[in-house]
């Protein structure tokens, strides 16, 4: 039963069993010829230390099927898994696109301004990064990253 695997992966996912996650939601993929769970699927991969293979994950999937939220989500991990490989411009520029607006307020927004900023971060572009985790805290109405402390501490530095 799709669901159940579902199920299983997510929660080995959210546990940090990722190999058992890959496991269930690879099946899911394969019963439901589904990529809904792909982001989820790519990040299991660079948690096991194979970022290439996430980047392929993403390269290769149809993102015409995905839904916007999913493809936002895949950017994020695929610019993750470039910053892995020490590509720290190209993590930067893959973030970029009609959704990195400051004016937006997609359900998605916060995620993808707070991983831009900490990939600005990471590319030691301080000023900038500021500036993108307090826009990433405008947008999260719902609290649900620490944006406004990272842009915080990193004014201070």
């Not at 690879?26 to 790519?42: G, K, L, N, P």
């Not at 995620?111 to 900490?118: C, E, K, S, T, V």
Request: charge should be negative.
């Amino acid at each position: 039963m799709p669901i159940v695997r579902e199920a299983l992966g997510l929660v080995a996912y959210h546990a940090g069993n990722w190999q058992e996650a890959l496991s269930e939601l690879r099946a899911v993929r394969r019963m439901t010829r589904s990529d809904e769970h792909i982001a989820v699927i790519a990040d299991a991969e660079r948690a096991l230390g194979r970022p290439e293979r996430a980047l392929d994950l993403a390269k290769e999937t149809d993102k015409e099927r995905l839904t916007k939220a999913t493809r936002v989500e895949l950017a994020i991990v695929a610019a993750g898994a470039r910053r892995d490989l020490g590509q720290l411009d190209a993590a930067v520029v893959s973030l970029q696109g009609p959704d990195l607006d400051p004016k937006r307020r997609d359900p998605w927004s916060p995620r993808l301004f707070y991983a831009y900023a900490d990939n600005l971060q990471a590319a030691g572009r301080a000023e900038e990064a500021v500036r993108w985790f307090l826009n990433a805290a405008e947008a999260d109405a719902e609290g649900e990253t620490d944006a406004a402390e990272r842009a915080s501490e990193l004014a201070d530095e």
